[in-house]
Every structure is written in C-alpha cells, then in structure tokens.
C-alpha cells in the first residue's frame, strides 16, 4: 500500500512537471510568434487629422483632406514633408456616409475647390511632389462617380478656386524661372485659360459674387500691397486700397460680400469693410486669430463667420466662433472650443472643425450644434 501510495504521488509530480514543461514551451512559443507578427507588423497609423474642410455649393456635402501619419500632423494645417497619407474624402450630409477617395492632395494650404458639379472636385496633387517640390503640383479634376482624375494643368500651381456660378478655376501659377506668381482662370467647358495677371500676391485672391470679377493683391508700386479688382468682360484692373512700405500691417484674407457692394479684409487686429463704389472704408470688428492656416472668414446674408483668441490668446486652444452683422455692426459670441476652418455650410450653419478630427455645424441663430464627421479609432 505505502509503495503504491509514493508510485502515485510520484506519477503526479511527474504529470505536473510535464504540464509545467509545456506550458513553458507554449509561452515561449507564443512569446515568438508574437515577436515574428511584431517584426512584420502592419504599420499603425495615428487617429485621422481632418483640413481644409470646404463645403459643395449646396452645402449637402463637405470635402475635407484626411491625414494619416506624419510627424506633427496636427500641428498647424497639418501637412508637412513627413506626412504618410495626405487624402481627399468626401462626407456626405445627407446619409452621413464618407467616401475616401484614392487622390493624393498637395501641400497648399488651400488645395482643392468644387468644379462644375457636387460630383467634381478640382484639387493640387501631391502625386507629382517629386518633381514640384514645396506648395507646388500640378492640378486635376476628380469625378467621384467614376473616381476618374484628368488633368487641367501640368504643374506648379496652387490655390485653386472655382467660381460661383461654376463657369471657371482660377488659379495661381508659379514661374519657377521669374520666382513671380501670375493668377490664371480656365473655362471649365472649354479649356480656354487666360492670364488675369502676371504678378499677384500668391497668398490672397477670391471671386466676387458672380464669375464677372476677381480680387487679388498686388504690389502697390510703393513698396506695400494694394487690393485689385479685375473685371473678367472689360479686362479692366481697379486699385481698390494700397497699403505703403510704411504701414506696420498689410491687407490679407479677402472677402467680399454676397451683393458686391462691399469688400472685406483683415488689417492687422481689425476686420474693414471697403465699399467698393465710393471708396469709403470703415472699421468692422477686432479680430486677433491669427494661427496659422486656421484664420478665415467667410461672408454670407447671415453675417461674415470668423475666429476670434480667447482673452488675447493667441497659441492653439479654445477659441471663440463669431458671427459679424455688417448691418448692426455687432459680433455675436456662438461657440467656444478648439475650433479651425469656420466657413458657412448653408444660410444660417456653419461649418467648423473642432479639435484635430471632428467636423461640427453650428446653427448661427440659435448656437445648436450638431457632430457630422469623426473617424473610427483603429
């Protein structure tokens, strides 16, 4: 009996130690395939950066550049040379889908505009970044039906913009052999390009109302910068406001409003309004935003949308967004949080981003607030 009993108890001991050894071995061996499937790894990328989110004519859809990876991609407008993936999406309001689409955008910080339809999207590619290298690409129309892209210029351009009744793009061409930047439109029917000027101020031009005129600034002649209004049917330049070498601020960031009667632009802390038919020119609202690529304003019947610091803050953070009634002369307080890219999505909604990620619409009248985009975590 007693020999029996250490025959069993030695045969369990045994039976453990076999179960130790494989558990052992198991261990090890997951411990390897983990470290193999480590070394081989797909890559995992960061949570999507969303900007430059710019609303289709009738506001039923937001096209945005989506980014994914790259060192600092939220830092400012979220492009820079590290950058893995630089696409163009599209969002739509109606059925709250997106659709990312294959068309690798450029660096500028305006790159892409709706064409002459919700289904064409006109950006600069950043396929061709090799041979253009910095802002520069060259520029292509997507059908997102077919996800077909054909080319409308061959490269080094930037800034593109369609116009409001959809009948031409404008954009800003870069002579690489000058160092000068000239602003060209091409009727999108038929092709036919025009040179409005040789020698703009690549950073700043826009549509009036209707496809008849264009904005832009320009050398003054006295070593400042004036605002230019070119008429597309007399082919007429207008010096509108000139700034001299010695103002301590510069015109920027035109807009102009929806009956044409006046122009808007940031002079320094201050918003003017320029009427264009006496010349006039008055102080709108103080406005002291001024990070990066995030500064905009938008006009529409509703009032000119824009950002506005916190308390004098101007570094990244919480800002307020403002709506401005050039009628009442008041700016009224919607919203305050880590916004960029204000622009208006329809009469009384505007569309803003919120953090690095989330695109929001904010109602104007009564500051409801709605979530239309945020990417799914991987």
Not at 109 to 118: A, K
Not at 132 to 145: D, Q, T, Y
Not at 163 to 173: D, R
Not at 202 to 210: E, K, L, M, S, T
């Amino acid at each position: 009996m007693e020999l029996t009993a250490r025959n069993s108890t030695l045969h369990s001991m045994l039976k453990r130690s076999s179960l130790l050894q494989l558990s052992f071995v198991v261990s090890i061996a997951a411990i390897a395939f983990a470290l193999a499937a480590w070394q081989h790894r797909e890559p995992v990328f960061p949570i999507m950066t969303v900007v430059h989110p710019v609303a289709s004519p009738s506001g039923d859809k937001v096209a945005f550049v989506a980014i994914r990876g790259g060192q600092g991609a939220g830092a400012s407008s979220g492009v820079d040379s590290d950058t893995i993936s630089c696409q163009l999406s599209v969002l739509s309001r109606t059925n709250g889908r997106i659709k990312h689409t294959q068309a690798e955008v450029g660096f500028d910080p305006y790159p892409m505009t709706w064409g002459s339809s919700e289904s064409n999207l006109i950006f600069v590619s950043k396929a061709e970044r090799d041979r253009f290298p910095g802002l520069f690409g060259s520029l292509k129309s997507l059908n997102l039906r077919s996800s077909q892209a054909a080319q409308i210029s061959p490269g080094y351009v930037d800034r593109p913009r369609a116009s409001p009744e959809l009948q031409y793009i404008g954009y800003i061409f870069s002579n690489t052999t000058t160092g000068g930047s000239s602003l060209k439109i091409q009727h999108l029917q038929t092709a036919q390009e025009t040179e409005v000027h040789p020698e703009i101020n690549a950073y700043h031009w826009c549509w009036g109302p209707n496809s008849n005129c264009i904005y832009y600034l320009k050398d003054s002649g006295n070593g400042g910068l004036a605002i230019a209004r070119y008429d597309l049917n007399s082919m007429i330049e207008m010096i509108l406001f000139s700034a001299i070498e010695t103002d301590i601020h510069y015109p920027s960031h035109l807009i102009v409003s929806p009956d044409d009667l006046h122009l808007g632009f940031q002079y320094g802390d201050n918003f003017r309004l320029f009427e264009i038919e006496s010349g006039a020119t008055a102080r709108g609202f103080k406005c002291d935003y001024y990070f990066q690529d995030f500064v905009n304003f938008d006009w529409n019947k509703a009032g000119i949308c824009y950002l506005d610091s916190v308390a004098g803050k101007r570094e990244k953070g919480p800002v307020r967004l403002m709506v401005y009634n050039p009628d009442t002369r008041i700016s009224s307080l919607i919203a305050t949080e880590a916004f960029a890219y204000p622009s208006w999505l329809d009469e009384r909604t505007i569309l803003v981003r919120k953090g690095d990620n989330e695109l929001w619409a904010y109602d104007a009248l009564n500051g409801k607030c709605s979530m239309l985009y945020r990417p799914a975590c991987k």
